[in-house]
């Protein structure tokens, strides 16, 4: 099988309308992980996005001209939070979260802020928090806390 590579990609401020995108792509994303930990319900994976998109601190991920996912980095008192952060199933792998995370994190890092989140139990996504140098800081039995310090 011949390697996959990035597709072209950009970061566009998020606006109100793409809520109900990012809601959709939030239950397709999480589902498998929710579900695995006995926590998936149909409406409240939706309306959980809904309660919290901050659309100033949320940035469209767009691949070949197309809506292809999204991720908040929102200040806290003690540095970024990113939150929210979902690609399409079919782009993953292909380079573009690592892309998208690397260039938020280059921007924490000239502004010397530490950046936390929080992972689901057993989600392939911390795998790609821990290469980008996120450490544990707590966990309980659904979530993982992590923190990447500012490095220079």
Known sequence: MPARTTAAWALRPARLKDIEAIAELRATVMRPDLERLGRYDEHRVRQRLRDVYAPEHTSVVVADGEFAGCVTLRPVEDGLWLENFYLSPTLQGRGIG?????????????????????????????????RHGFTEERQDPIDVFMVRTPTR
């Open 98 to 130: 690592t892309a998208v995370l690397r260039s938020l994190l280059a921007r924490a890092d000239e502004e010397g802020m530490a950046v936390r989140l929080d992972v689901l139990q057993g989600s392939a996504a911390r795998a790609l928090y821990e």
